[in-house]
């Protein structure tokens, strides 16, 4: 038995999923009905069809590794364990882009941690007043490249964050399906740090690279995408984090539950 569970508060850190909450772009949306009622069946039935990367969702090794492993095999030890909950929102704004050094300026972060970033775009979720889901899926910050290694050499189990994508929107395909956005960014980008789109992120050589660099072995390092819930509550804190994904076998990503554990007094 654990001791002192009274004494343990839990933080969701999860977003709604729902029919209204936005896939990643060009993914299919959750779509749900009921094939039975109470009346005259009984039981309340509902069937669902959706993709994996609607709401709340961890990347699977599967997603961008053929040889990669599945949600089902993914241990419990490697999702849940001692980590930090980083805040960048004082410094994120559309396409920004943050470093290892604003991470560890603003958090304790630890070898073999679990890292949950807070860039704040979480805001302009689908459920929240300033709603917006073009800022939330196409211009939230995301990091510069010189993260990867730093995410390597500090061996973090995995990381999360409260926006579309681990990369930045502008090194996803978004980039191609966007372009308008794209254009944008790229101004945005030589006023903020003096280069274009393609200088910081050139394509093909680092396509996606926080998905294709990080997913196979051995370094396995995988995210979760959407976060949010109650996730201003603990900003900048040491915590036990946890994600909890259905027993997914063969999937290559999986709706989950994403928790914070805070002993108190």
């Not at 038995?1 to 933080?11: A, E, F, H, Q």
């Not at 009346?39 to 990367?53: E, V």
């Not at 396995?220 to 109650?230: D, F, L, R, T």
Request: with cysteine; charged share 25%; aromatic share 10%.
């Amino acid at each position: 038995m654990i001791k002192n569970w009274d004494k343990i508060k839990i933080y969701d850190l999860s977003i709604p999923t729902s029919h209204l909450t936005p896939p990643w772009p060009t993914y299919e949306p959750l779509q749900v009905k009921f094939f039975k009622r109470l009346a005259p069946n009984g039981a309340n039935g509902q069937l669902i069809t959706t993709s994996n990367h609607v709401g709340t969702h961890l990347d699977g090794p599967l997603h961008f590794d053929t040889a990669g492993r599945d949600i089902a095999s993914l241990e419990l030890d490697k999702l849940v364990g001692p980590g930090v909950v980083v805040d960048l929102s004082d410094i994120a704004e559309d396409w920004s882009i943050y470093t290892p050094e604003d991470v560890m300026e603003r958090a304790d972060v630890r070898e073999g941690d679990i890292l949950f970033i807070n860039t704040g775009y979480h805001k302009y979720g689908f459920d929240q007043p300033e709603a917006d889901e073009r800022r939330y899926m196409l211009r939230h910050p995301g990091p510069s490249l010189d993260f990867i290694p730093w995410l390597k050499k500090m061996k973090i189990k995995y990381l999360a964050v409260d926006c579309g994508s681990a990369d930045h929107p502008m090194n996803t395909k978004i980039r191609d399906w966007e372009p308008g956005e794209a254009a944008a960014c790229d101004k945005v980008m030589k006023e903020r740090y003096g280069k274009g789109l393609n200088e910081m992120y050139p394509w093909p050589d680092v396509y996606q690279a926080m998905h294709i660099q990080l997913f196979p072995k051995p370094d396995e390092m995988i995210h979760v995408e959407c976060i949010g819930g109650q996730i201003d509550e603990v900003l900048g804190r040491r915590m036990i984090l946890g994600t909890f994904p259905w027993k997914f076998q063969y999937g290559e990503s999986a709706f989950c539950r994403c928790v914070a554990f805070e002993e108190i007094d």
